[in-house]
Structures are given as structure tokens and as C-alpha cells.
């Protein structure tokens, strides 16, 4: 069975950093591009970053870029995603998603139940 579970969330001023981790079991981690998206409270799911099977080919969404850092440890079977800079309208859940191919939709990918992140002073 397919597990992703993330943690790392909470309540950050604007300007501060968390780092989000996702542990992932019931799958061969090394094998699948990963990623993060997120849901802002009455919106819907924004994808966030993307990284390659092997860590080597990351993209980013015009909002974090230069903010935020995707990152995989493949012998440990854990996504990163270091946040600096945080706004407040990164306020929302994150969540990791295994995705099929690099180039997948990962809106529509699984993905686990998610980490609260409060961007607020």
C-alpha cells in the first residue's frame, strides 16, 4: 500500500523558513518523480514544485521560485521541500504526490493527508 506522510508544517512569521519532509513507503521511491502541492484555504490545489526520480531535474511554480527548494534522499525514501521567505499567501495544506512521469499532472496524483502550513505575524 502506497504511504506518503508529511510533516514539518506550523506556524511561521512572514519572512521565515520551515522545511517540509514527506516519508514514503509501499512503493519504490527511486523509481518516480515526486512532488508538492498545496490547497490555500477556499481555493484549489496549487502544485508547487516537481523533482525528477533520480533528484537531478527540479521545476518550481513562478510564485516560490527562488524561495523554495525541492530535495529527495532516495536511500532514506524522503521528499524535502525547504521554504525561506515565507508570505502569508503560503498559508495552506502542503502535500507530497507521487506522480507517474515527470511531466504528470499532480493535481491529480496521490498524494498523503497533508501538513498545515500559517504563514502569519
Known amino acids: 500500500e502506497v504511504q506518503l506522510v508529511e510533516s514539518g508544517g506550523g506556524l511561521v512569521q512572514p519572512g521565515g523558513s520551515l522545511r517540509l519532509s514527506c516519508a514514503a513507503s509501499g512503493f519504490t521511491f527511486k523509481d518516480y518523480p515526486m512532488s508538492w502541492v498545496r490547497q490555500a484555504p477556499g481555493k484549489g490545489l496549487e502544485w508547487v514544485s516537481i523533482i525528477s526520480s533520480g533528484g537531478h531535474r527540479t521545476r518550481y511554480a513562478d510564485s516560490v521560485k527562488g524561495r523554495f527548494t525541492i530535495s529527495r534522499d532516495n536511500a532514506k525514501n524522503t521528499l524535502h521541500l525547504q521554504m525561506n521567505s515565507l508570505k502569508p499567501d503560503g498559508t495552506a495544506v502542503y502535500y507530497c504526490?507521487?506522480?507517474?512521469?515527470?511531466?504528470?499532472?499532480?493535481?491529480?496524483?496521490?498524494r498523503g493527508q497533508g501538513t498545515q502550513v500559517t504563514v502569519s505575524s
Open positions: 504526490a507521487k506522480l507517474e512521469n515527470y511531466y504528470s499532472d499532480p493535481s491529480r496524483a496521490y
